[in-house]
């Protein structure tokens, strides 16, 4: 499978960029989160080509849905923590996501979650709560069940 080709074909994009970074793919990770957008759009495209028949959206969506979500913090052990921010945040001031997901942040400095992961499930609870036919519901393992499909934590 090709993805068994990334971090190699990463590492060989990357040279260009940082003639002496290591190979880790911690390395790899952070040398990529300094990169812009054009370098990022840049970088899915090289690997594409490399691989072959694989499209650049289809690296992209690996590289963000895959291969980073082992470098952050798994959201699962956190699950009940969430669901009680979200709520106490809809009562008390509307839930806006920005500052719900940085008050969560904000309590577990030195922790490196992923920020994509924590929108997605900070979204889908905000938008349970707003069912109108059964007022507030937060499932907070839909939301992590939602997230084992989108490919996080494998």
């Known amino acids: 499978m090709w993805h068994d ?3 190699d074909l990463l590492f060989q994009f990357l040279l260009q960029y940082f003639p002496d970074q290591p190979r880790s793919n911690v390395e790899m990770y952070r040398a990529v989160s300094v990169l812009s957008v054009q370098e990022k759009r840049g970088m899915f495209n090289y690997i594409s080509k ?4 694989v499209r650049p959206v289809d690296v992209k969506d690996y590289y963000h ?4 979500k082992q470098f952050s913090e798994d959201i ?3 699950r009940a923590e969430i669901a009680e921010l979200v709520r106490v945040k809809h009562v008390q001031e509307g839930l806006d996501i920005k500052k719900t997901i940085q008050a969560f942040l904000d309590r577990h400095p030195g922790k490196d979650f992923n920020h994509r992961a924590l929108q ?3 979204s889908l609870l905000k938008y349970r709560s707003k069912a109108p036919s059964s007022g507030f519901s937060a499932n907070i393992s839909d939301c992590v069940n939602f997230q084992l499909a989108c490919g996080a934590y494998e």
């Open 5 to 7: 080709q990334f971090p």
């Open 50 to 53: 490399y691989l072959g028949d």
């Open 65 to 68: 849905n895959t291969w980073i």
């Open 76 to 78: 699962r052990p956190y």
């Open 120 to 122: 997605q499930v900070f």
